[in-house]
């Protein structure tokens, strides 16, 4: 009787050890591939996968210097001090289309901050052109067609250009400082036209390249995997579901499953 009730348990035995088994050992991986397969989503449709991390994908999910944040449903990055809105990605350039947080529809923000990207993780793409605002200027800045405004955040005034003056205005004592935005030259084009705003043109923002190897998050992605961040060793990491491999998932077999054979074996 006894042996018998082993007996007709026995599949459901095997069956209960080799699944629990098989979670144990791939949990941890599971959990990396699944936690970096999800993109940020700040609620104003712009979704932000690899390398960027933050929110809701933890530091392996990305790279140093890629942390998104979310501001009023947008999804912000810091450099220097400036917040940058993501307004737009493009995942086969790499790029983002980018507008500074501070001059987000105006032009006099409470501080005066120089654009200041980190070139170890972006670069400038063409099609850019830098609009100059000087501020506190006493007089009209020679040999410039610019346009000018008060600005009541610091009893201040603006003057604005899409070309740069023959002389620096800062540094000849005209004005007290200066800041250059870059935004598509599309957009500079149409202001010089009066077809746009200058904030329109400003929010319209400028494109960045993502200085990363592109390729190597594709290979991974294409075998099933998602990319991440070796935090050890600070390289590349394709979590798969059986687990981490330096750049792609190539176990045939989910390797959970093939390991789990054998300790099943040594159980009974
Ligand atoms: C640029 O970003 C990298 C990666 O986060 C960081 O190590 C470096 O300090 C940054 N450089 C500057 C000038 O902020
Ligand atoms: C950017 O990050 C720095 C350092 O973490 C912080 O002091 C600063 O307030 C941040 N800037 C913005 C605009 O959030
Ligand atoms: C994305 O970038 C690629 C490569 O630079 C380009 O060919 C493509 O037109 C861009 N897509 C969009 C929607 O801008
Ligand atoms: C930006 O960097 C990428 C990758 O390093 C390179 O292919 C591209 O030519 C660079 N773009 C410019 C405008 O320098
Ligand atoms: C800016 O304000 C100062 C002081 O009010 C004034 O003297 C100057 O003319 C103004 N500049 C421009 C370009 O409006
Ligand atoms: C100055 O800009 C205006 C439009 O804002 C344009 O009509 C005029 O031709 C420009 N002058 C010069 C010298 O560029
Ligand atoms: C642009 O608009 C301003 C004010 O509306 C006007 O003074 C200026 O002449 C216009 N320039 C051109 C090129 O139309
Ligand atoms: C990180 O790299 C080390 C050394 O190559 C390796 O042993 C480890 O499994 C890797 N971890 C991840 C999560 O990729
Ligand atoms: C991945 O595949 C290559 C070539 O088929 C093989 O040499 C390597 O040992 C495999 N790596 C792992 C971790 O299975």
Same mark, same amino acid.
């Given at each position: 009787?006894?042996?018998?009730?082993?007996?007709?348990?026995?599949?459901?035995?095997?069956?209960?050890?080799?699944?629990?088994?098989?979670?144990?050992?791939?949990?941890?991986?599971?959990?990396?591939?699944?936690?970096?397969?999800?993109?940020?989503?700040?609620?104003?449709?712009?979704?932000?996968?690899?390398?960027?991390?933050?929110?809701?994908?933890?530091?392996?999910?990305?790279?140093?210097?890629?942390?998104?944040?979310?501001?009023?449903?947008?999804?912000?990055?810091?450099?220097?001090?400036?917040?940058?809105?993501?307004?737009?990605?493009?995942?086969?350039?790499?790029?983002?289309?980018?507008?500074?947080?501070?001059?987000?529809?105006?032009?006099?923000?409470?501080?005066?901050?120089?654009?200041?990207?980190?070139?170890?993780? @972006?670069?400038?793409?063409?099609?850019?052109?830098?609009?100059?605002?000087?501020?506190?200027?006493?007089?009209?800045?020679?040999?410039?067609?610019?346009?000018?405004?008060?600005?009541?955040?610091?009893?201040?005034?603006?003057?604005?250009?899409?070309?740069?003056?023959?002389?620096?205005?800062?540094?000849?004592?005209?004005?007290?400082?200066?800041?250059?935005?870059?935004? @598509?030259?599309?957009?500079?084009?149409?202001?010089?036209?009066?077809?746009?705003?200058?904030?329109?043109?400003?929010?319209?923002?400028?494109?960045?390249?993502?200085?990363?190897?592109?390729?190597?998050?594709?290979?991974?992605?294409?075998?099933?995997?998602?990319?991440?961040?070796?935090?050890?060793?600070?390289?590349?990491?394709? @979590?798969?579901?059986?687990?981490?491999?330096?750049?792609?998932?190539?176990?045939?077999?989910?390797?959970?499953?093939?390991?789990?054979?054998?300790?099943?074996?040594?159980?009974?």
């Amino acid at each position: 009787m006894h042996t018998l009730l082993l007996q007709s348990l026995f599949p459901l035995l095997l069956i209960t050890s080799f699944l629990l088994i098989n979670v144990e050992l791939s949990l941890s991986q599971y959990e990396q591939h699944t936690n970096c397969n999800e993109d940020i989503n700040c609620g104003g449709g712009i979704s932000l996968s690899y390398p960027f991390w933050g929110v809701n994908r933890a530091n392996y999910c990305g790279l140093p210097g890629f942390e998104v944040k979310c501001v009023d449903n947008a999804p912000m990055i810091n450099m220097s001090n400036i917040n940058y809105r993501i307004l737009k990605t493009n995942s086969s350039a790499p790029s983002v289309t980018v507008a500074r947080q501070d001059y987000w529809q105006t032009i006099c923000p409470q501080t005066y901050e120089n654009t200041n990207i980190n070139f170890s993780l @972006f670069n400038y793409t063409s099609g850019l052109t830098n609009l100059n605002f000087y501020y506190g200027c006493s007089t009209s800045i020679p040999g410039l067609n610019s346009s000018s405004q008060s600005c009541d955040t610091n009893n201040d005034n603006v003057t604005y250009a899409t070309r740069s003056p023959p002389s620096d205005p800062v540094s000849n004592g005209i004005c007290t400082t200066g800041v250059s935005i870059p935004v @598509f030259t599309t957009a500079a084009v149409a202001l010089e036209a009066n077809r746009t705003t200058i904030e329109e043109a400003l929010d319209g923002g400028f494109e960045l390249g993502l200085q990363i190897d592109n390729g190597q998050c594709n290979t991974c992605v294409g075998s099933g995997g998602t990319c991440g961040l070796n935090t050890t060793t600070g390289g590349f990491s394709c @979590f798969c579901l059986d687990q981490a491999y330096a750049s792609v998932c190539n176990a045939t077999v989910p390797g959970a499953l093939g390991m789990s054979v054998p300790s099943l074996v040594i159980l009974l």
